[in-house]
T-cell receptor, first 115, second 112 residues
């Protein structure tokens, strides 16, 4: 298993500002994933963060809006840029298990409210 | 992303009853079907998972039933307890966790 710590756990932000979410894992992992969970909605994959290369974004998500850093094998950040109320959501960091069984481990999430 | 349809959206079950949540998928290439459980304020956690080579998998009070021909799978919670009250997500993938597609979730409330 993996222990994932996210910061901040929640925040209230003003429209037009940007916020960076940090994700720390207790072990080295190749891939880290960022998900968005909108109220009453499913978990949607934003991007896959690989150490040493550019993040891979899913359809509908762009680097200018959600820049990602992956400086080492245990840490990643997701920035939500130029926020609008539509960005109010829970953002989740996750990693796969080391044996590639398919299991994902999730952090507790960062709940953002944009006013 | 390929769609995974989950129902019902919410479910109320009496303590001791059976909770049943259903999911349907479209992509026949999916080969991994997990269920995740999420408590308020927490991230989702894997509850139980199945691969299409079996039709049923049981772990304690939790059972996945899988119907490959119908492209459906369901979660059964036997003897439901108030501590089972949570949101449950089904998911599916065809190449490991990097392409996991989630259903919209079912909010389960088990009344005492």
């Amino acid at each position: 298993s993996a222990v994932i710590s996210q910061k901040p756990s929640r925040d209230i932000c003003q429209r037009g500002t940007s916020l960076t979410i940090q994700c720390q894992v207790d072990s080295q992992v190749t891939m880290m994933f960022w998900y968005r969970q909108q109220p009453g909605q499913s978990l949607t994959l934003i991007a896959t963060a690989n150490q040493g290369s550019e993040a891979t974004y899913e359809s509908g998500f762009v680097i200018d809006k959600f820049p990602i850093s992956r400086p080492n094998l245990t840490f990643s950040t997701l920035t939500v840029s130029n926020m609008s109320p539509e960005d109010s959501s829970i953002y989740l960091c996750s990693v796969g298990d080391s044996y590639n069984t398919g299991e994902l481990f999730f952090g507790e999430g960062s709940r953002l409210t944009v006013l | 992303q390929q769609q995974v349809k989950q129902s019902p959206q919410s479910l109320i079950v009496q303590k001791g009853g059976i909770s049943i949540i259903n999911c349907a998928y479209e992509n026949t290439a999916f080969d991994y079907f997990p269920w995740y459980q999420q408590f308020p304020g927490k991230g989702p956690a894997l509850l139980i998972a199945i691969r299409p080579d079996v039709s049923e998998k049981k772990e304690g009070r939790f059972t996945i039933s899988f119907n490959k021909s119908a492209k459906q799978f369901s979660l059964h919670i036997m003897d439901s307890q108030p501590g089972d009250s949570a949101t449950y997500f089904c998911a599916a993938s065809n190449s490991g966790y990097s392409t996991l597609t989630f259903g919209k979730g079912t909010m389960l409330l088990v009344s005492p």
